[in-house]
């Protein structure tokens, strides 16, 4: 084309003029730490594997959970899910249904048999104490990074409070033998009734490099009440246990008391209804605000008939006559005894009061120091006062919890591979929470939270089948897809469209955007309108 | 209990959404779009006449595979893009004058007819000043012909390019060059000033749509469906002008949102003359939220009378255009 | 083939002739005959796949044809006086962008007051605007010029206007000879423009363009004119040689030889001038003509030649630029800028006022003997402007001039009172 002069241009050639050179700011992108991933006591990257899930990818969704935590199927059903208390959803309607979808990827990777492969072998071997969740976990991730792993086991079966602590209506066992089963497939050597007494003799003459020792709190606390002519007094932790090691039921009677107010009173309580008893009423000194069991477990427990008596304390016990004291709490929210008293009449009472570890053979390595209840000190690598020997889950101070004891197995596990190769961990840099003011929260659909089924409650009341069901498929995309994202980008091309300067580059499927600073301006509009906070704007270099 | 999955949770009204199947997604979402008008053009920052050109263009672009030409009215669109010796366009592109891109596109349609080229599809954009004031006459002849063109129009409510003076689409109140915010009633006159769709509408043209730029979905859509149809078709597109309204250039699009979702800015569209579809508004917002961050209407929001009048406004089109349908009627 | 027909109409027939593929029009007085037969020629089917666009304007007209012709279609319009003035913007854009246009202009006077009748005033306003402006003297001329205009055209891709004297040509009937389709297509090569929008090909048309680089622009633009000073008469002699007869000379003399005196002249007062040359050479008189048949390019050393012998020269114009004079005189001084040759301007026929042989024989008989007023307004009524001044000299708030004229002439003055 014979083109007039100036008139008539070819086109696209303002591609000359980089108008990049107007800017005064710039845009970023950065990654912000979710607050799932945040509150994730077993440290579990929840954002990722939701975004596989949400993609209908769930086999990529599990390995994504997997390299975090081995027994979603588990943790699905009987975490505390800390990180649906800090979902930014919740804000908006109802938090994310995380727990729900983790459970769908665990139980379709037990159906589907999904499995995974460990690194070559290291030659290093690693002893683990204590075949619970803490145990398991560190075994799984050593056992991946290629070291040999013994978990040796004093009880039974493996699962520690997984399988003695937590009743099967919460926690079905093939799901927990399943998980276990994964974990042994991978090549970990579980030895069962094998109680450890001495541990020196493991590093040096049985060619172990380092032991972990997880071998939990499953000594009942115990009171003392004065008692005239005691009845039938239990503790929670012998009646969980015995239900599961299928010792015949223990006669109850019609009328239970569960003396605390934890999880396990309520695990105890709703047991308690399943093996007979008419009425279970837990008797716990502080009020419902105050109890340390989850809301979610009260309400479980006051849909099948247990009944509370908050703000209440045994003070004596007559054969089957209980003297309750009433109480109140003072201003620092304390319960004081009020002198007030009523009497009831029951047949069991079960103690439901804490659980304490049995570390008594760890006295006998020089340099491990204990609190009080025996709990065992360890430094910042999870390491005690003995050269080598780890220790974590309910037996070190922290929250005594099946997710926190995971989380503590996969610490140690990172810190122990450090310690067999000369070496320190250090945990990455932790960056920046994505607050709920980084959401634009236009961008989000309102959609209810799904509701998982539930077994209606004759049929839960009197048998231990699994009370919470879980989501199908077409729900658990539906709840992953209510995830927000926050504080990292999932490629809704906000920026990549909204740029009036075609300034962002779309590298394409998962490798998100660039940014072109020879043509952006600076305006910031792909960080205002980014939904999730994964632009941030930043003062241009001189 | 199942629940019906009724959306999907992230992406709906985001640009894209990997979620999505390709062909629901948008044009601007895609690798392959045209960038019609691309970078290195001379737009301010956060320009959304530039944003609102490019969607509209590209979407047009898809919907004719690629076979089209443009003719443009003078104005920031036409300045900032082509300022020899270099052209943003990566269309065939023409400009002519101020008042006539719909005769210059008409002309384009009918040598293309009689060239036997009727496939090559024809736009003719301008701004709010260009087609609704300068330019009007000649839209209307357009319009009333049934001429085989699309006419967009960027409305960002007052003569921009010269230096912020009042159109006939500067909103009442409104502080401009030739309306400054001074004496008894500062700012722009109220109960002036005209609606083209509706007069493109009573034309009874083929179609006419109101888009804005903070509803991409929507607005591709509505250019998609235009470019369906033959004959005389206009879109006015709302696209904020931060420059001239006072506002952050980062807040383009949240402003055509609060638009829109005051009410102030109705999105709807018409077929031969009659209104077939509002989009509902989903968020009920009170105009202050759209008239706060802009400095050209801060005075307004001192003065109560004039902050009751828009919201009276608003509250017309609201009802005029039943944008506030409930979950069963949408 | 030979036709009795009206001036108009063979426009339209030759215009169809050119195949046009865009015709749009506005209707104007004394356009309105050329867009209407070609409306029906159009309609009839005779033009194939044209288009003609009845648009709500002269501005809309021409920006369609603008439209049409970026769009690679050969385009066509017409229009006259207000019409001319309201597509005034479009008609510098498309000579600006080179949009190879022809536009029949059937020249009238421009209001206020409003008037129908012929004058130059509308072409004259537009004669810098970038476009070739040619003038025909005669109907076959107009017939022959629209031809020779759309291949001057899109040679040199460059707008042409045709201008011929609104009622005096374009509603006179005469003997015209209207051309075949094959001589025309043989002369008339279909259109091919240099530049085009096309989706194969896409460029951008209509660049704002800075100081940087106008002045080349306009350079170039100005050069395209100078150009078709050399391609008219190269067009004109093939257009002799294919259809037998001289038209579009940019410089026609008229009994020349051994003229002292020259009068020249635009259009269809050309004939009138002729015969009054015929009766003063009759009577001995040393008088000639030049007929000027563009005016833009204005052909400077052509009519600096064909003036060269003279030793007066006199313009007869139609227009007149107010507070200066003659237009076409001033075009005329500059050709023959450095001689001592006198020009008189002889300012005729505003408004279509007749100009009679009588009135022009007289004014060149003041002229030869170098007694003339300059300009000379022809056959202005000297009383009705005398006592006109004379009562604005008295009170200041007089009234409307045309009404007060009006009134003193006793032509309206019982009904407005």
Redesign the interface.
């Known amino acids: 084309m014979d083109k007039p002069f100036a008139i008539t241009l070819d086109i696209g050639t303002s591609l000359a003029n980089h108008t990049g050179s107007w800017r005064t700011q710039r845009p970023v992108y950065i990654h912000r730490l979710p607050p799932c991933n945040d509150a994730c006591p077993a440290g579990e990257n929840v954002q990722g594997w939701l975004q596989r899930a949400e993609e209908g990818d769930y086999e990529g969704a599990w390995r994504v959970l997997v390299r975090d935590n081995p027994m979603p199927g588990v943790h699905g059903r009987v975490c505390y899910h800390p990180c649906e208390n800090a979902c930014n959803r919740g804000q908006i309607d109802t938090t994310v249904g995380i727990h729900a979808v983790e459970r769908f990827l665990g139980d379709e990777a037990l159906k589907k048999g999904w499995v995974t492969e460990p690194a070559p072998e290291t030659g290093k071997r690693i002893a683990i104490i204590g075949a619970g969740p803490s145990g398991l976990s560190a075994a799984w991730h050593l056992r991946l990074m290629g070291h040999e792993v013994v978990i040796f086991e004093a009880g039974p079966m493996a699962g520690g409070m997984m399988r003695f602590g937590i009743p099967k209506y919460r926690l079905p066992r093939d799901i927990l033998d399943g998980e276990i089963k994964r974990i042994t497939g991978l090549g970990v050597d579980i030895r069962l009734n094998e109680k450890i007494e001495n541990i020196e003799k493991l590093l040096k003459s049985d060619g172990y490099n380092a032991v972990f020792v997880a071998i939990g709190a499953h000594l009942a606390r115990r009171t003392e009440i004065p008692a005239r002519d005691a009845g039938r007094i239990l503790d929670a932790v012998s009646v969980l246990e015995d239900v599961e090691a299928g010792a015949p039921p223990p006669l109850l009677g019609r009328r239970v008391i569960v003396y605390g107010g934890g999880n396990t009173a309520l695990d105890t309580a709703r047991t308690a209804k399943r093996l007979g008893a008419k009425e279970a009423l837990i008797v716990y000194r502080r009020n419902r605000e105050q109890m340390p069991a989850h809301e979610f477990e009260m309400e479980e427990a006051l849909e099948e008939g247990v009944m509370v008596k908050w703000l209440s304390t045994i003070k004596e016990i007559d054969h089957d006559t209980f003297k309750i004291e009433k109480m109140q709490l003072d201003e620092k929210g304390w319960p004081q005894p009020t002198g007030e008293f009523e009497e009831i009449e029951a047949d069991t009472l079960i103690l439901a009061l804490g659980q304490v570890t049995d570390s008594g053979f760890l006295q006998k390595l020089d340099g491990v120091e204990f609190d009080r209840n025996g709990v065992v000190k360890v430094d910042e690598r999870m390491m005690t006062g003995y050269r080598g020997v780890f220790a974590g889950g309910d037996m070190v101070p922290a929250e005594r919890t099946v997710t926190n004891a995971t989380g503590h197995g996969k610490q140690a596990a990172r810190h122990i591979n450090a310690y067999v190769n000369g070496e320190t961990w250090q945990p990455g840099e932790r960056h920046e929470l994505a607050g709920f003011e980084y959401i634009n929260k236009w961008y989000y659909t309102d959609a209810p939270h799904s509701v998982q089924g539930v077994l209606d409650m004759a049929r839960r009341q009197s048998s231990f089948h699994e009370v919470v069901q879980g989501l199908d498929e077409t729900n658990a995309l539906y709840e992953a897809r209510r995830c927000l994202s926050c504080g990292n980008c999932f490629e809704c091309d906000n920026c990549y469209g909204m740029c009036p300067d075609n300034a962002v580059k779309k590298l394409g499927p998962s490798k998100g955007f660039a940014f072109d600073y020879d043509f952006c301006k600076g305006c910031g509009l792909c960080a205002t309108e980014c939904p999730c906070g994964a632009i941030r704007m930043e003062p241009e270099p001189e | 209990m199942t629940q019906r999955v009724r959306f999907y949770q992230t992406g709906t009204f985001t640009i894209g959404n990997r979620l999505l199947d390709p062909e629901k997604r948008t044009v601007q979402a895609t690798q392959e779009r045209s960038n019609s008008l691309t970078s290195g053009h001379r737009a301010c920052q956060g320009c959304g006449e530039a944003l609102g050109a490019r969607y509209a263009v590209d979407a047009a672009m898809r919907a004719c595979g690629d076979n089209l030409v443009c003719v443009n009215a003078t104005g920031c669109l036409e300045v900032f893009s082509t300022p020899y010796p270099e052209s943003s366009w990566q269309v065939p592109w023409i400009h002519s004058l101020f008042g006539n891109a719909p005769a210059v596109a008409s002309g384009v349609a009918a040598a293309l007819r009689a060239r036997g080229k009727s496939a090559t599809r024809v736009i003719a954009q301008g701004g709010d000043g260009g087609t609704v004031d300068i330019g009007f006459g000649c839209l209307s002849g357009m319009f009333e012909r049934n001429d085989d063109v699309l006419y967009i129009c960027y409305d960002n409510e007052a003569y921009m390019n010269t230096g912020v003076q009042r159109s006939s689409r500067t909103p009442p109140g409104a502080r401009t060059a030739t309306t400054q915010a001074v004496g008894e009633h500062p700012g722009n006159s109220f109960n002036q000033g005209k609606n083209p769709a509706l007069i493109a509408m009573a034309h009874e043209i083929p179609y006419v749509a109101t888009a804005s730029v903070a509803d991409l979905h929507d607005l591709e859509d509505k250019i998609t469906r235009a470019m369906s149809i033959s004959g005389a078709r206009y879109v006015h597109i709302h696209v904020p002008c931060p420059l001239g309204w006072g506002a952050q250039p980062c807040e383009t699009i949240k402003l055509a949102r609060l638009a829109v979702e005051t009410g102030l800015f109705p999105l709807y569209e018409a077929v031969d003359g009659e209104i077939v579809k509002a989009t509902p508004i989903r968020s009920q917002r009170p105009v202050a939220e759209y008239l706060g961050p802009q400095r050209r209407l801060a005075h307004v929001m001192k003065d109560e009378e004039a902050l009751a009048a828009i919201q009276a406004m608003a509250d017309r089109n609201i009802r005029r255009f039943n944008l506030l349908k409930t979950d069963a009627e949408a | 083939m030979l036709k009795q027909i009206e001036g108009s109409r063979a426009v339209a027939e030759a215009v169809a002739l050119a195949r046009p593929?865009?015709i749009?029009a506005y209707p104007i007085t004394p356009q309105t005959h050329i867009v209407e037969d070609l409306s029906a020629i159009v309609k009839r089917g005779g033009l194939g796949?044209?288009?003609f666009?009845?648009?709500?304007?002269e501005?809309?007209?021409l920006?369609?044809?603008?439209?049409?012709?970026?769009?690679?279609?050969r385009?066509y319009t017409a229009t006259a006086s207000q019409g001319l003035l309201f597509m005034a913007?479009?008609v510098y854009?498309a000579s600006?962008?080179?949009f190879p246009i022809v536009m029949t202009v059937g020249n009238r006077a421009i209001g206020a007051p409003i008037n129908i009748w012929n004058d130059h005033s509308d072409s004259m306003s537009m004669a810098d605007s970038g476009w070739i402006q040619l003038h025909a003297e005669t109907n076959q001329e107009a017939v022959d010029l629209h031809i020779i205009a759309f291949r001057l055209a899109e040679q040199l891709?460059v707008p042409v206007m045709v201008c011929m004297d609104g009622f005096i040509l374009t509603h006179a009937y005469e003997r015209v000879d209207i051309h075949t389709q094959a001589q025309v297509d043989a002369y008339l090569p279909p259109f091919e423009p240099?530049?085009?929008?096309?989706?194969d090909?896409?460029?951008?048309?209509?660049?704002?363009?800075?100081p940087?680089?106008?002045m080349?622009?306009r350079y170039?633009s100005h050069h395209k004119q100078l150009q078709a000073l050399e391609v008219i008469p190269q067009l004109v002699d093939e257009f002799r040689a294919q259809f037998g007869r001289s038209s579009g000379a940019m410089v026609a003399p008229y009994r020349t030889d051994n003229a002292q005196t020259v009068v020249v002249a635009l259009g269809s007062v050309n004939g009138t001038i002729k015969d009054v040359v015929d009766d003063m050479r009759a009577q001995g008189a040393c008088i000639g003509s030049v007929k000027i048949g563009a005016f833009r390019p204005f052909p400077l050393a052509q009519i600096r030649e064909a003036l060269a012998g003279a030793s007066r020269v006199i313009v007869v114009e139609k227009d007149l630029a107010l507070g200066l004079g003659g237009i076409v005189a001033s075009n005329v001084r500059m050709a023959l800028r450095g001689l001592p040759t006198p020009v008189y301007t002889i300012i005729a026929g505003l408004g279509g006022r007749p100009i009679p042989k009588a009135s022009l024989h007289k004014a060149f008989d003041g002229a030869m003997r170098d007694e003339i007023e300059d300009p000379l307004f022809l056959d202005l009524d000297h009383k009705v402007i005398d006592r006109e001044l004379a009562r604005m000299k008295e009170k200041r708030r007089s009234g409307p001039i045309a009404e007060n004229i009006l009134r003193e002439m006793g032509l309206v003055g019982h009904k407005l009172g």
């Open positions: 593929q865009v749009s796949a044209c288009e666009v009845n648009v709500e304007s501005f809309a007209a920006s369609c044809v603008i439209g049409a012709s970026a769009a690679g279609a385009a913007e479009a854009n600006g962008m080179g891709s240099v530049q085009m929008l096309d989706p090909e896409p460029v951008t048309m209509g660049a704002m363009v800075g940087e680089a106008f080349e622009v170039l």
